[in-house]
């Protein structure tokens, strides 16, 4: 492994880094209804756990409701459960053909809790990025020990690696702040 092939996979894997807590930011419920919301809820569909757009129409028919519509009818039932024991803290409306999610306002209480959470998670992505970090330098020190690059060669890359890190960890903050600031949105 060479040292660009380092620096290319340490800016790939922290790329990966960002994406998944983009991902997860996009699953924490604001005041407005997204499909999003629905991404950890998944049912039991023919043995195999299935995420519930996957068997389901969702739409937004409101700026506050969800209108899920199954692809097959007999799965009414079976989301309305799934929904009812996942974490979102929504009852679904079950109107024989679809399911209706109703959001309600949330309470200031609730927004400071998921706001908790965002940080939280934000953490995780700035601990990730550093381990990424901390895995490059290790590959560096590797190449040296086999007399493949010198310790210039590992100082000067090791800035290289760090101003990388550097640059991720602040998307992270930008991340957290951005979904934050939405979270506390009235």
């Known amino acids: ?3 660009s092939d380092i620096l290319q996979d340490a800016e790939h894997k922290m790329k990966g880094a960002i994406d998944a807590l983009n991902h997860d930011f996009s699953s924490y419920r604001t005041g407005r209804a997204t499909p999003d919301v629905l991404a950890r809820v998944h049912v039991e569909y023919y043995g195999a756990e ?10 937004v ?29 929504i009852n679904p409306v079950n109107d024989g053909t679809g ?8 309470t200031e ?10 940080h939280s998670r934000a953490e995780q992505g700035r601990v990730s ?40 960890v602040q998307k992270v903050d930008e991340l957290s702040k951005k979904k934050e600031a939405e979270l506390m949105q009235v």
């Open 61 to 89: 028919p409101e700026p506050r409701q969800l209108l899920i519509q199954p692809y097959e009818k007999s799965m009414v039932p079976v989301i309305e459960r799934a929904i009812m024991k996942s974490d979102l803290g």
């Open 129 to 168: 990025i550093r381990n990424i970090r901390r895995d490059a330098i290790e590959g560096l020190k590797a190449l040296e020990k086999k007399k493949e690059i010198t310790e210039d060669d590992v100082k000067g890359n090791e800035g290289k690696i760090q101003k990388l890190t550097d640059s991720f």
């Open 50 to 59: 299935t995420p519930i757009n996957q068997i389901a129409n969702v739409s």
């Open 99 to 106: 399911i209706r999610l109703n959001f309600p306002s949330m």
């Open 109 to 118: 209480d609730r927004r400071k809790e998921l706001v908790k959470q965002v």
């Open 1 to 3: 492994m060479s040292v």
